[in-house]
T-cell receptor
Framework: EPEVTQTPSHQVTQMGQEVILRCVPI?????FYWYRQILGQKVEFLVS????????KSEIFDDQFSVERPDGSNFTLKIRSTKLEDSAMYFC????????????FGQGTRLTVV | GQQLNQSPQSMFIQEGEDVSMNCTSS?????WLWYKQEPGEGPVLLIA?????ELTSNGRLTAQFGITRKDSFLNISASIPSDVGIYFC????????FGAGTRLTVKP
């Protein structure tokens, strides 16, 4: 069964460093998302991406964040100059092109900023 | 904004009991979804609802898409210990927004 895969599963980084979180969405999907979940809290929308551009972003997704689809398979989230409060699980999700299709999530990357 | 209000925040129930949780929003959504998340895992889709008024079942789970398109509920009948987890509602228009989750604990 096709699935969304994320790497790495866990990343520890020093405050101020840049990190890139990687996702491989399901191959025929067209809409891609990043969400964040701080431990024990709700899943928060960061950004949606369609047709090689950002379609919507939340107030969390400031200039520190960027997304890219560098090739036909990967979808990356870059966090520049990480802060302690960036520590969270980051989930990638993808869905197909029709309106009535559900999103499927990866297993997440646990980012720890020290 | 597309805020979703999910309740209750947590539930502690005895095995065999039925469970009900719901989500409301001031925004209209085209799709309502219910996900379950277990520790260390990503959310897993349980039920997707596509039409206002739709009532859908998946085993012991039943969910409904409210007539106004601004709310949805999820029922779990005859709960078992493996139902433990956090249940999230999600409303979808172009992107998808989540409720804060209902943490379910089932005592054997």
């Amino acid at each position: 069964e096709p699935e969304v895969t994320q790497t790495p599963s866990h990343q520890v980084t020093q405050m101020g460093q840049e990190v890139i979180l990687r996702c491989v969405p399901i191959s025929n999907h067209l809409y891609f998302y990043w969400y964040r979940q701080i431990l024990g809290q709700k899943v928060e929308f960061l950004v949606s991406f369609y047709n090689n551009e950002i379609s919507e972003k939340s107030e969390i997704f400031d200039d520190q964040f960027s997304v890219e689809r560098p090739d036909g398979s990967n979808f990356t989230l870059k966090i520049r100059s990480t802060k302690l409060e960036d520590s969270a699980m980051y989930f990638c999700a993808s869905r197909g092109g029709q309106m009535n299709t559900e999103a499927f999530f990866g297993q997440g990357t646990r980012l720890t900023v020290v | 904004g597309q805020q979703l209000n999910q309740s209750p925040q947590s539930m502690f129930i005895q095995e065999g009991e039925d469970v009900s949780m719901n989500c409301t929003s001031s925004s209209i959504f085209n799709t309502w979804l219910w996900y379950k998340q277990e520790p260390g895992e990503g959310p897993v889709l349980l039920i997707a609802l596509y039409k206002a008024g739709e009532l859908t079942s998946n085993g012991r789970l039943t969910a409904q898409f409210g007539i106004t398109r601004k709310d949805s509920f999820l029922n779990i009948s005859a709960s078992i210990p493996s139902d433990v987890g956090i249940y999230f509602c999600a409303g979808q228009r172009n992107d998808m927004r989540f409720g804060a989750g209902t943490r379910l604990t089932v005592k054997p």
